[in-house]
């Protein structure tokens, strides 16, 4: 017996590691692995990723993937039914362009038997989906899904406690994200998922496809799966193109092993066949081969796939001020009623204009939703003549040259030049966001020494990796809001 148990059971890939296993099943299903990348745990920045075994040159394919291969409501074996029940409807969908990312639109609707897996999230059928081949001993992407047993590795802060979000995250926006994630993930389960696992028994089971479940395999597809782009039309104009569906969500074996950087050396290419992994600048023996996610600030790298990128490296990083705070300071200049009534008149048809819990963002070099905050600062500082001309006006129209002219104002180079009443209104509006991450007026000093812990490797690395994470987001935001400070200060 004790001779058996050693003999490679090769065609059952029991004594074969779950990263062999997978890599066999790569070459069953056809996916193609170039000979000079290996996939490993040691070397890479987090858990799987894809090194280079030699030089690689721009243009070089990595892998080239079928489609056959790729995992989605259209391939798993449970399709029939699927598609039997699903209605799409992705209008009011967030969607990434090439990595799809999380998804606060999760919304309510009653289950029918004509459309019982719409959803304006689109996500569902994936999601059942995943929930059905996870858990089949029979399932084809079994070798491709032993990769994360449990999902222990996923560490979305929708993971982690309510206080430890309060504590660690607290202003940089992301508890609240979380809060509204978690309801709509609840809501949409019981009011869709539920009804559909319970009228097809012989394939789901409520005892064994949870909430719990239901919740991480979320997450998975938060951090793991993709959206191809859709075709451009030439001869659609820009209107016909925005009202177009993206494409439903997919899982992609092996390009999903690939860690991101914003500076990244490879992208994912898709064909009507294949998708390829194409190196886009030269990769050097050893290095590790980096996909991109798109342009995303930390908050949303660890809101949305439970990780961040290091200080300064980030060249995306973002941070926000809520156009309340705006608000708040406008107010706090009011000296008379009839002051207080032009700026609640003024502030009501700002909120007709924009979202009133929308938000300005602001990166490292400057403001990104320009067009958006000199709307607000010009309705919220016009006279009493003034507002009464441009609600007559029904507004007012700004031509290309104006819309130049505003995008270099509100950059890093042109805050300093503003009027004085709008850097004004801009510096004590980030002195109210930045009051949001503690008590007091502590801020610069708290920053200065955060700044001090990530420069200081061993000191950084006593931190848990959450405490890593959410000192990476809140850094990054309070330098660019200080920074932001420096430039309107008066």
């Known amino acids: 017996m004790a001779t058996e148990a050693k003999r490679p059971k090769v065609d059952e890939g029991s004594e074969l590691s779950p990263l062999e296993n997978f890599l066999r099943w790569c070459s069953r299903v056809g996916l193609v692995l170039s000979n000079k990348v290996y996939v490993s745990k ?9 090194l280079a075994k030699d030089n690689i040159e721009e243009g070089e394919v990595l892998f080239t993937i079928p489609r056959s291969a790729l995992l989605h409501q259209g391939t798993t074996k449970v399709s029939a039914l699927l598609e039997k029940g699903n209605v799409y409807n992705y209008k009011d969908a967030f969607a990434c362009v090439v990595r799809l990312s999380v998804t606060t639109v999760l919304l309510s609707f ?25 858990t089949s001993s029979e399932s084809h992407w079994k070798p491709y ?14 993971f982690w406690s309510n206080e430890e979000r309060s504590r660690l995250l607290r202003g940089t926006g992301i508890p609240e994200a979380v809060d509204t994630d978690l309801a709509n993930i609840r809501r949409e389960y019981t009011d869709v998922v539920l009804p559909f696992i319970i009228q097809h028994p012989d394939f789901w089971n409520p005892n064994t496809h949870t909430l719990d479940l239901y ?10 799966s993709f959206q191809e782009p859709q075709e451009e039309d030439d001869d659609e104009d820009e209107d016909e193109e925005e009202e177009k569906a993206p494409n439903p969500p997919m899982m992609v074996p092996m390009a999903d092993m690939l860690n991101h950087v914003s500076n990244h050396n490879a992208n994912l290419e898709f064909t009507p066949d294949s ?12 290095e590790e081969v980096f996909n991109t996610y798109g342009q995303m600030a930390n908050w949303q790298l660890l809101h949305m796939y439970g990780f961040t990128e290091p200080y300064p490296s980030n060249i995306n990083d973002t941070a926000d001020i809520p156009i309340t705070n705006l608000y708040k300071v406008v107010r706090q200049g009011i000296q008379s009623d009839l002051d207080r009534q032009l700026v609640e008149e003024q502030w009501e048809m700002l909120c007709q204009m924009m979202p009133e819990k929308g938000a300005f963002v602001f990166g490292k070099q400057g403001c990104l939703t ?10 919220l500082c016009m006279s009493k003549e003034e507002f009464s001309d441009f609600k007559e006006n029904e507004g007012w129209e700004e031509d290309d040259e104006e819309e130049e002219k505003i995008s270099l104002g509100f950059s890093n ?3 300093p030049g503003l009027k004085a009443s709008w850097k004004g209104l801009i510096h ?28 200081d490797k061993a000191a950084l690395a006593g931190l848990s990796r959450r405490q890593q994470n959410a000192l990476q987001v809140k850094f990054g935001q309070r330098t660019i809001l200080h920074r932001l400070m420096e430039l309107t200060k008066p």
């Open 42 to 50: 040691e070397g890479t920045v987090a858990e799987y990723g894809m």
């Open 110 to 134: 009653s289950f029918t038997e004509k459309s019982s897996l719409e959803s304006s999230s689109g996500w569902v059928p994936l999601l059942l989906t995943l929930l059905y081949e996870h």
């Open 145 to 158: 899904l032993s990769l994360w047993t449990d999902f222990k590795t996923l560490d979305h802060p929708m």
């Open 215 to 224: 919740t991480q395999l979320v997450a998975f597809v938060m951090a793991y």
């Open 275 to 286: 998708l390829k992994m194409v190196c886009v600048r030269p990769i050097h023996k050893g």
């Open 370 to 379: 320009d067009s958006e905050l000199h709307t607000a600062l010009k309705v």
């Open 413 to 415: 180079e042109g805050l």
């Open 428 to 455: 004590e509006a980030a002195r109210i966001t930045l009051r949001s991450y503690e008590d007091g007026d502590e801020g610069e000093k708290i920053r200065d020494g955060d700044q001090a812990l990530i420069e």
